[in-house]
């Protein structure tokens, strides 16, 4: 068997221990132990960047052939920072962090001040500039910063994730209005879109992918002063009215996978196929959390009744092959059922269902518990059974225990 990492890490070890923390029960832990025992030696790379598919069995890594053997910001990033592989035995993990650690600190000294960081990272040296994006091969990556700094209940440990998750500190704004673009667009209104960076040309293109980054920063925009808090949570509802329009704007209302955008027109459809993806909707239920606005809650509804009318089949739901004929393809994603469906129920459930102040949502939506990271290192402090864990991982190696 020989998965993707990234797919690996946020469904299977990210499900495991999600279903342990909302369970207690044990057997989850111990499966999420195993297969991120399974994952380690991805890590076995000159660069120390993990390389992107593994067999589980062997422990046989590689990268796919289409990067040229280099690695992908988004599943690197995501497995680095987001640190699931909490129950590897301690030495490895310290391993692992330095590593990343190396990587991390090099990123932010390169790429900084441009506001947003390489999509592809190369074997041979830190990294390599191809193009620069906030989907599809850089957008967990971003994502996970932040989480970090959530899932490590704030603490000074985890402080120095947080200004890098798209640049939301005040001083660093300034950067990010090169991938800020307006047009005028629909009804008059203009559209705050992420634009895509390649070498030092901007390309008046944004994915549906992208789409999560309104969520993510309404949920990074408190904790700071109320004039900068109010300016990066009105970023998040204009990027949100955006990626609305982006359903609203086809005959089935249902969003295409990329928009383009040329000045005083419409934005047009580029690929047309919709393949039921969670990114829209994830934001709408951070922005009805946060805001308890429920034009979010309609704009989802209106969003869910696309997907009954285009999608909905009786065997489950299947994708489009075109946005804009309803022409359908046969295939449901499993991220429509972990992702886009929990989102839509989560949207009209009330607050105390997983509140947002002692869970985080990875990023296949699974809920792990908020826990503060310990002293100022890479570490959590973690619930007593998962430190009993790593002790006895590390009695079983010394072999002061017998067997498991």
Same mark, same amino acid.
């Given at each position: ?6 797919? +690996? ?9 999600? *279903? !342990? ?20 030696? $991805? ?21 796919? &052939?289409? +990067? ?25 993990? =310290? ?12 990123? @932010? ?10 999509? @592809?990272?190369? =074997? ?19 994502? %996970? ?32 209005? =090169? ?30 992918? *992208? ?6 920063? /309404?949920?990074? *925009? ?17 990027? $949100? ?17 990329? %928009? ?10 580029? +690929?047309?196929?919709? @393949? ?9 239920? !951070?922005?009805?959390?946060? +805001? ?23 065997? &489950? ?8 004929? &309803? ?15 929990? !989102?839509?129920?989560?949207? !009209? ?40 864990? @790593?002790?006895?991982?590390? /009695? ?9």
């Amino acid at each position: 068997m020989t998965p993707a990492f990234f797919e +690996t890490t946020i469904r299977v070890v990210g499900g495991l221990l999600s *279903a !342990y923390d909302l369970s207690g029960d044990k057997v989850f832990l111990e499966k999420a132990k195993d297969i991120a025992d399974r994952l380690l030696p $991805a890590w076995n790379t000159p660069s120390g960047i993990p390389h992107n598919i593994i067999n589980l069995a062997h422990g046989n890594a590689h990268n796919p &052939g289409w +990067t040229g053997g280099d690695s992908i910001l988004a599943d690197s990033g995501t497995e680095s920072s987001w640190n699931l592989l909490l129950f590897l035995k301690e030495q490895e993990i =310290q391993s692992i962090s330095r590593r990343w650690r190396m990587l991390f600190y090099s990123l @932010i000294k390169h790429f900084l001040p441009m506001a947003c960081f390489p999509s @592809i990272l190369i =074997q041979t040296k830190d990294s390599i500039v191809r193009n620069h994006n906030f989907w599809g091969h850089g957008d967990s990556f971003y994502e %996970y910063l932040l989480k970090v700094w959530i899932q490590g209940n704030k603490t000074a440990a985890v402080k120095h994730y947080r200004p890098v998750s798209v640049n939301l500190e005040p001083k660093s704004s300034k950067y990010n209005l =090169q991938f800020l673009w307006n047009s005028q667009e629909l009804h008059h209104h203009l559209l705050r879109i992420f634009c895509e960076k390649m070498g030092n040309s901007l390309i008046d293109k944004m994915d549906e992918l *992208a789409c999560f980054a309104p969520g993510m920063i /309404a949920l990074g *925009a408190s904790g700071y002063g109320p004039d900068d808090s109010q300016k990066f949570l009105s970023l998040a509802e204009e990027l $949100a009215w955006t990626c609305y329009n982006f359903y609203q704007s086809t005959p089935t209302k249902l969003a295409g996978e990329n %928009y383009f955008f040329n000045s005083g027109q419409d934005m047009s459809v580029g +690929t047309s196929w919709n @393949i039921l993806r969670p990114e829209t909707v994830e934001s709408l239920f !951070y922005l009805w959390r946060l +805001t308890g606005n429920k034009t979010y809650q309609e704009w989802g509804w209106n969003i869910f009744e696309a997907f009954e009318k285009n999608s909905r089949i009786e065997s &489950g739901y299947v994708g489009l092959k075109d946005v804009n004929t &309803g022409v359908k393809d046969n295939m449901m994603q499993s991220f429509f059922l972990a992702e886009t469906l929990k !989102y839509f129920y989560l949207l !009209y459930s009330p607050s105390s269902v997983i509140p947002l102040d002692e869970w985080v949502f990875n990023t296949e939506a699974h809920p792990l518990k908020i826990v503060p990271r310990s002293g100022q290192g890479e570490n959590f402090g973690g619930s007593d059974e998962q430190k009993n864990l @790593i002790v006895r991982s590390r /009695a079983r190696k010394e072999g002061r225990f017998g067997g498991d």
